[in-house]
């Protein structure tokens, strides 16, 4: 069909899916209001909620209540959809954030596969339990306890398919006006999966944290944070700021603490929040797919006490959809002690990773001028240049030279794009990449900076 006989809905899709292809619009940038785009365009308000309604669901565009629809796909790791670049055949160098450095089963996950084998068959010829397999809880709670120092029960631990699965349950032991208030940048799929896009507060986060007296003046009743590793800024949380969130909890409100790669810090952890709440308001979430492998999507949380019945009462019908294979396979996995010799290796791996990457941003020219957080924690950590110039400017630059490594704008809940930090991942590159990856930067940058 030519362009002449395509609807007029159509003819606009397509002009609004170029802008985004060029770049002309920026992931997570908000999109012209249908009012104002149908007086811009010359069409009638129905063709532009016909291509909104389209863009949104071929995914390249989302809406959020009584804001705007927003350039969409996953900002954290999309650049711009369809461009040369953004294909990950055409770039050597991403340093993405979302990866880990487990490249091979190791042999103790190996020999726990092998050995569920044996025991798989009694398991799928008996009923599930609701809130996941027993031996795999009480196995979690040994897990924690070693990790982490937190002291639970089986009773209190539930199992999910990933994270969002979690945040949908929890979600649903709150009324429905219940005020969520987040970190921005933060990870959008969790606020998403917790909130649907409704009765959302964002505190501003900076390389240096964020501001108590901006918490409180969001009248939040739950507030989801990442102590050990802000994501994805990278800092660690200090004692101080944790007694303060504490505090602000009291008695009438509830925190999430995602517990984001606490088994992987180079130095000795600081309590969790859990750890250290005396009035049971604080909801301990992690997963595994970070110390055992990318594919293994299984989440827990360790509920307080006092909000166990709650979740029998109001989620009777859940039944946890973890398969009775990937149970019995992690179960085996913590019981023959396996995940703890595969969390000393990747934390001696990432420490010579960090400290590889750290000595060729040493090297640059304008290393004077860059700034670093995060970089006593694994994985990732962020990148502060001295620059007026705007983050996905000096991105645009990385991705001549075949480099993917994203502004923390990406992970704007606000939709803003005036940062330069940047969120450098180096988990899943070899050193000689990264080092080759950081010259490369500074070629970019050279002169830019």
């Not at 997570?28 to 009012?35: N, V």
């Not at 990264?434 to 070629?443: A, F, H, S, T």
Request: proline share 4%; with cysteine; hydrophobic share 35%.
């Amino acid at each position: 069909m030519s362009m002449g006989k395509d609807p007029l809905y159509m003819k606009l899709y397509n002009k609004i899916e170029k802008q985004l292809i060029s770049g002309e619009i920026l992931p997570g940038e908000r999109l012209a209001p249908k009012r104002a785009l149908a007086a811009s365009e010359g069409v009638s308000l129905n063709t532009v909620i016909a291509a909104y309604d389209l863009l949104v669901k071929n995914g390249l565009v989302y809406s959020a209540e009584r804001r705007g629809y927003f350039a969409a796909g996953d900002e954290a790791e999309r650049s711009f959809k369809g461009s040369p670049w953004s294909s990950p055949s055409t770039r050597r160098y991403v340093f993405s954030i979302n990866s880990n450095g487990i490249a091979k089963i190791p042999k103790r996950l190996e020999r726990a596969r092998h050995d569920v084998e044996y025991g798989i068959e009694k398991r799928l010829l008996s009923y599930k339990e609701y809130t996941g397999n027993a031996d795999l809880r009480e196995q979690i709670c040994a897990y924690l306890f070693k990790t982490r120092h937190i002291s639970c029960t089986s009773e209190q631990i539930i199992t999910a398919s990933g994270l969002n699965e979690l945040m949908n349950l929890i979600s649903r032991l709150f009324p429905p006006d219940t005020i969520y208030a987040f970190e921005d940048p933060t990870e959008k799929k969790t606020e998403f999966a917790l909130t649907g896009g409704k009765n959302i507060r964002t505190v501003s986060s900076g390389i240096g944290g964020f501001s108590m007296t901006e918490l409180e003046d969001t009248g939040a009743d739950v507030f989801f944070c990442m102590p050990e590793k802000q994501y994805p800024l990278g800092y660690k949380m200090t004692m101080r700021r944790r007694e303060e969130l504490l505090h602000w909890c009291g008695n009438e409100r509830y925190m999430i603490e995602y517990g984001l790669c606490s088994e992987l810090s180079f130095d000795a952890p600081l309590p969790s929040l859990y750890e250290t709440d005396k009035n049971g308001r604080v909801i301990y979430v992690n997963t595994f797919d970070k110390v055992i492998a990318p594919g293994v999507s299984v989440a827990y949380m360790v509920l307080p006490v006092q909000l166990v019945e709650l979740f029998k009462d109001r989620l009777w019908y859940h039944h946890s959809n973890i398969s009775e294979y990937d149970s019995l396979l992690i179960c085996e996995y913590i019981s023959n002690g396996g995940i703890y010799s595969s969390i000393k290796r990747l934390v001696k791996a990432y420490r010579k990773k960090c400290a590889a990457a750290l000595d060729a941003f040493s090297a640059l020219p304008f290393a004077d001028s860059l700034t670093f957080t995060g970089t006593g924690n694994a994985a990732f950590f962020s990148i502060a240049p001295r620059t007026g110039k705007k983050g996905y400017e000096l991105m645009k630059h990385l991705a001549a030279r075949d480099v993917k490594l994203l502004p923390v704008s990406c992970y704007s809940l606000r939709h803003s794009h005036e940062s330069n930090i940047f969120a450098f991942g180096y988990a899943e590159l070899s050193e000689a990449d990264i080092r080759e990856g950081i010259r490369l930067i500074g070629e970019a940058w050279d002169r830019v900076i």
